[in-house]
C-alpha cells in the first residue's frame, strides 16, 4: 500500500513537499517514482529514484524538483519548487520490484494520489 499526502495549494513560484508511505512491500528493494495526471491529460513521469538511490527526473522538472527517500521509515519524498500554474495534477507514488521496468515503465504498486493546486 502506498499512501501519499502533503498536497495543496500554493502560489506560482511557490514550493510543495510531497510524501509517500510505503507498507506491505519490501521497500528499500524497489524503485520509486513520482507521477502526475491532470484531468483529460496522459499521466507524467515527474521523477523515480532505484534501490541505490540514483535519479532520474522529466527534463521540465529538472532543477526544481528533488526526489528522496528514507528507507528507515519506508518513506518517498518530492520537494517541488519554483511551481507552474500548468504543473496542477495529481501526484502519485509509484512502486516498481527490480528488473521489472525501466525509466517509467513496469511500476505496478500505485497510491491514491494527492491533489496540487497552483494559482497563478
Known amino acids: 500500500q502506498l499512501v501519499e499526502s502533503g498536497g495543496g495549494s500554493v502560489q506560482a513560484g511557490g514550493s510543495l513537499r510531497l510524501s509517500c508511505v510505503a507498507s506491505?512491500?519490501?521497500?528499500?528493494?524497489?524503485?520509486m517514482g513520482w507521477f502526475r495526471q491532470a484531468p483529460g491529460k496522459e499521466r507524467e513521469g515527474v521523477a523515480t529514484?532505484?534501490?541505490?538511490?540514483?535519479?532520474n527526473y522529466a527534463n521540465s522538472v529538472k532543477d526544481r524538483f528533488t526526489i528522496s527517500r528514507d528507507n528507515a521509515k519506508n518513506t518517498l519524498f518530492l520537494q517541488m519548487n519554483s511551481l507552474k500554474p500548468d504543473e496542477a495534477d495529481r501526484y502519485s507514488c509509484?512502486?516498481?520490484?527490480?528488473?521489472?521496468?525501466?525509466?517509467?515503465?513496469?511500476?505496478?504498486?500505485w497510491g491514491q494520489g494527492t491533489q496540487v493546486t497552483v494559482s497563478s
Open positions: 506491505g512491500i519490501y521497500y528499500s528493494r524497489y524503485c
Open positions: 529514484i532505484n534501490s541505490d538511490g540514483i535519479t
Open positions: 509509484a512502486a516498481r520490484g527490480a528488473n521489472q521496468g525501466s525509466n517509467w515503465l513496469g511500476f505496478t504498486y
